[in-house]
């Protein structure tokens, strides 16, 4: 009874330092978000040292050590806090300062670099994805170390610079530096909420096998009239190897590419049936008809169960105004599939090499490159754990949380369980429609107090658990 009187007491002050350092924690993001740390451009290099900066001084403002680590593309910054003893659980948690190029510019409705509050909503590059749901983390830290005295748990916060660009050099950071970071659990936040007010505990992300691929022809650009017919044209070609990836019925026709799909359980399955999802809603919002894909399985199961084959780019030829009578002498495309477990981005490049290579008429040439990897992902919670999430959830919502899946990517996450041997969670605050990587992306201004209030019951739920896995 005394231990639960004190640890009621202990939380009631995590949570006042919360409610009344909310004003300060606004604008510290809103300082965060202004630096533009776009990790796909070379450009913002200087920037990505300013945030990787910033975040360290915010890790100490925040009561932790922090330092930050060079690696060959943008910095590492490790915060730290060891002072739970040998016998507390440790926590890693894991988020990217790094953010998507802003472009359109045009299309945004305040400038992505000038966080502006509307409607309760945080628009800036960056809100939600990652910056404004990293910050949370420090802020619930610092509810302990500064509104407490201490915190219940060992902290290791790991902020990445190269989420964005498939994080290169974060693998090796991590094989490199298991000791220190080895944890019981890693949580993240990264990911979003099924609704607004609606808690989510996330199971699943896709991966990501990522390719440039090149069609060459003649040594420079053709007249089409005078030397079309014989010459094979590398945008018609290109043309119809992409053509050749996916039939009518939406699948995709690379040989062996579902012998790895791993079924899921029909106890996952009739939990899926059962979340509120409404696809006329969801058409409306993206106006798109939700018509593709393979139409035996339902839309969330298309969205989060099944690998996909997308077209991100074409290049080739003559774009501007009017015609020109060109024979380009090449054509690109990005290519990337979503996997699904346990589908893996190398199983996966060998059978697009094979089937390339089978496609490909003659007179042209064809280079692939794969640019970014990412292993799918399925959550492993134990019952315990879910308890622990589902008790500071429910302490700030008021609601049961759903089991929902993702069909995005975090490219570390897999690796994380393995190397560090540790379950990881994945609990985010974003809504749908927050337009990640898009403009006018945002973060709910709610999310920003009940996201920090969670993850302080989080931490301390973790505390009371006896042993993790
Ligand atoms: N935060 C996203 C991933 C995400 C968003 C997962 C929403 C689930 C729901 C992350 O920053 C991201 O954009 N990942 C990329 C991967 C990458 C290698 C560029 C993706 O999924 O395209
Ligand atoms: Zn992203």
Redesign the pocket.
């Known amino acids: 009874m005394g231990h639960t009187r004190i640890n009621l007491s202990y939380m009631r002050s995590a949570e006042q330092y919360i409610s009344e350092h909310i004003d300060t924690f606004q604008s510290e993001i809103f300082e965060f978000l202004r630096i533009p740390s776009i990790s796909a451009s070379p450009e913002y290099l200087h920037e990505m040292g300013e945030a990787a900066t910033w975040l360290k001084g915010m890790m100490e403002n925040s009561g932790l050590e922090a330092k930050i680590y060079k690696t060959p593309g943008n910095p590492i910054v490790l915060g730290e806090s060891s002072k739970a003893g040998e016998n507390a659980p440790t926590v890693l948690v894991y988020g ?1 300062y790094d953010v ?1 190029p802003p472009e359109p510019l045009d299309l945004w409705t305040s400038p992505p670099f000038e966080p502006e509050i509307r409607d309760g909503r945080l628009y800036a590059r960056g809100s939600s ?2 910056k404004g749901q990293l910050y949370l983390h420090l802020k619930a830290a610092e509810a302990f170390l500064k509104g407490v005295g201490n915190l219940p748990i060992n902290l290791i916060v790991l902020a990445e610079g190269e ?5 290169p050099n974060l693998l090796p950071f991590v094989k490199k530096h298991s000791d220190q970071l080895a944890c019981d659990i890693a949580v993240i936040s ?3 909420m099924m609704a607004p007010g609606l808690p989510s505990i996330l199971c699943s ?1 896709r991966g ?1 096998a ?1 390719f440039d691929i090149e069609v060459s022809g003649p040594s420079s650009d053709l007249h089409s009239g005078v030397y079309g017919g014989p010459v094979v044209n590398p945008a018609l070609a290109l043309a119809q190897i992409l053509a050749s990836l996916q039939d009518s019925k939406g699948k995709i026709t690379i040989g062996n590419f579902y012998d790895d799909i791993l079924d899921w359980s029909s106890q996952a399955k009739k939990q899926m049936k059962e979340l509120p999802f409404n696809q006329q809603e969801l058409e409306r919002f993206i106006g798109a008809e939700l018509c593709g894909g393979e139409k035996e399985f339902s839309v969330l199961e298309r969205l989060w169960t099944r690998p996909t084959c997308e077209i991100n780019g074409l290049n080739s030829g003559y774009t501007g105004t009017g015609a020109k009578t060109v024979l380009p002498s090449t054509a690109q495309a990005k290519i990337s599939f979503r996997l699904v477990p346990d589908q893996t981005p190398q199983r996966i490049e060998n059978l697009f090499r094979k089937h390339i290579e089978k496609v490909t008429p003659k007179g042209v040439q064809v280079t692939i490159k794969q640019l ?1 990897g ?1 292993m799918p992902w399925r959550a492993q919670l134990s019952d315990e754990l879910k308890h622990a999430v589902n008790s500071a959830l429910e302490k700030v919502f008021n609601k049961r949380a759903v089991i929902a899946g ?6 570390i996450v897999r690796d994380l369980e393995t190397v560090l041997d540790s379950p990881v969670l994945l609990l ?1 605050f974003s809504y749908p429609g927050c337009n ?2 898009a403009p006018d992306e945002w973060f709910p201004v709610e999310s920003i107090e009940n996201g920090i209030r969670t993850i302080a019951h989080l931490y301390h739920e973790i505390s009371l658990m006896a042993k993790i896995c």
């Open positions: 990217h998507q994805d990652d989420e964005e660009v498939g994080s990264d990911t979003g992300l990501l990522y970014h990412g993702e069909g995005g990517s975090i490219p985010g990640l990587h």
